[in-house]
């Protein structure tokens, strides 16, 4: 018989990769709720048409849409089914889709809910989003975000607090990182001073592969794209900018002297630097770095991307601020900025650089051996006891062989296992074995608890 499978492009995750991937999940959550940010969730499908649209045709072409309930061929001719005009024919058979990302989701849920809603409104959402995407290593169809935004305040102290949260989350994790800063104007102005203004968008998308491609493509992919040779030759000193932050801010004041919205965006990256800038106001670097773009179109303002430093992996935060996030359901005017950490990139250099904390890969800390009825009848309390002190612990549910009872703790990884023979239940005790070096304790069971914790 052939064994069952999974869809191509998702995952099924163990217990030990789920409490890694929780101990991440977990670790994001507080650090967004030290912040004042509040959890929403949305459906895991949405109605096709709040979805489409709003990625481009690509990422129109990349929902999965899901087939309508019951008799869904009902008003299908034979002429279309044999025509197999699938746009024309999936609007007719799929009223809704499985969501793409969560700030689409977002938008809508403030619009619909913008009565109810306090502005400025945190939320942060850690909810998995579907892409009809080609799997490939480190793409999946399937995928978490751990999204935070704050709607409704144009007040750059919130790009601020972002980077602090950015900094906490991979102080957390112990992740070396360096985040990296830029801002649409600064691109916009430079776009503006180098006679290429309705390129915007060009320019940005090539720039923004400068990490994978290098300059030469960059330079390669703009001509291709219109841009003049003396517009690229213009490029080529802001895309190699060195020194400090406040070196290269002082550089782009005199390359952007003429333009209006670059000094602008130039002013917003300074202020959010000026708020870093005090000693441990930041544990990782922060950078100004002129070739970061954002592939995405809707950021206006500052935009921020998180590299590792010790693990050669893309991206594992990004985000920015945008300017109209609700325009697109008819609400126009409602600013936000946004960070999204990648959890699965996230889950990748953590093991890595095995950098879990060791409580998070074990389970049980205690297995009760199970000699028979009366045993178990003695242990139960204990055991009721020492987990209302918050120590994980099961007993086996079959009286079988010590060795095989003992197998089960070293195959879990359990690294104590607790006997009660007769001897122990005269003397109101327990004999406690440390799995890893062998030792074992005679102890009552209130002294369970300290040898558990202080090995």
């Known amino acids: 018989m052939q064994k069952p499978s999974i869809p191509k492009g998702t995952r099924d995750f163990g217990p030990q990769e789920m409490s890694r991937r929780n101990y991440i999940f977990n670790t994001i959550r507080e650090v967004y709720s030290l912040y004042g940010f509040q959890q929403i969730e949305t459906p895991a499908m949405e109605n096709l048409s709040t979805l489409m649209g709003k990625y481009g045709e690509e990422g129109d072409k990349l929902l999965f849409k899901i087939l309508n309930s019951g008799d869904f061929l009902r008003g299908i001719s034979a002429d279309d089914l044999a025509n197999g005009a699938t746009g024309h024919l999936a609007a007719q058979l799929c009223e809704k889709g499985l969501r793409y990302d969560l700030t689409v989701p977002f938008a809508r849920y403030v619009v619909q809910h913008r009565e109810e809603l306090t502005l400025p409104f945190r939320r942060y959402q850690i909810q998995p989003v579907w892409r009809a995407d080609r799997p490939q290593k480190g793409r999946y169809r399937e995928f978490y975000q751990c999204d935070a935004d704050v709607v409704g305040s144009d007040s750059l102290l919130c790009e601020v607090e972002l980077m602090q949260i950015i900094d906490t989350v991979f102080q957390r994790f112990g992740i070396r990182v360096c985040i990296k800063i830029n801002n649409r104007k600064i691109l916009s102005g430079i776009a503006e001073m180098i006679g290429e203004a309705d390129k915007i968008v060009d320019i940005t998308v090539a720039i923004d592969k400068l990490d994978k491609i290098g300059l030469e493509a960059v330079n390669e992919e703009l001509r291709e794209d219109g841009i003049s040779e003396e517009a690229i030759q213009k490029l080529q000193p802001i895309i190699n900018l060195s020194g400090t932050n406040a070196e290269k801010i002082a550089t782009m004041r005199q390359v952007l002297s003429g333009s209006e919205i670059g000094q602008k965006g130039i002013d917003e990256v300074e202020y959010v630097l000026n708020n870093l800038s005090a000693p441990n106001a930041l544990t990782n670097p922060l950078e100004l770095d002129l070739t970061l773009a954002r592939g995405l179109n809707y950021y206006t303002g500052c935009i921020f991307e998180v590299k590792a430093l010790d693990v050669e992996i893309g991206s594992i935060t990004g985000g920015g601020r945008y300017d109209n996030l609700t325009g697109i359901f008819g609400m126009p005017g409602l600013s936000g900025v946004g960070i999204s950490f990648g959890a699965d990139r996230i889950y990748d250099v953590l093991n890595q650089l095995n950098l879990y904390p060791e409580a998070v890969t074990t389970a049980t800390q205690v297995l009760f ?35 095989k009872q003992m197998q089960y703790a070293n195959q879990k990884a359990i690294p104590f296992v607790i006997m009660t023979g007769e001897t122990e239940m005269a003397e109101g005790k327990v004999m406690l074995k440390n799995m890893a070096t062998g030792e074992q304790n005679l102890v009552s069971p209130e002294g369970i608890k300290p040898l558990i914790s202080n090995p």
Not at 379 to 386: E, K, M, V
């Open 369 to 403: 051996i199970n000699f028979g009825e009366k045993e178990t009848a003695y242990s139960l309390p204990i055991i009721a006891r020492l987990r209302e002190q918050g120590i994980r612990c099961e007993i086996y549910p079959d009286a079988s062989k010590m060795k």
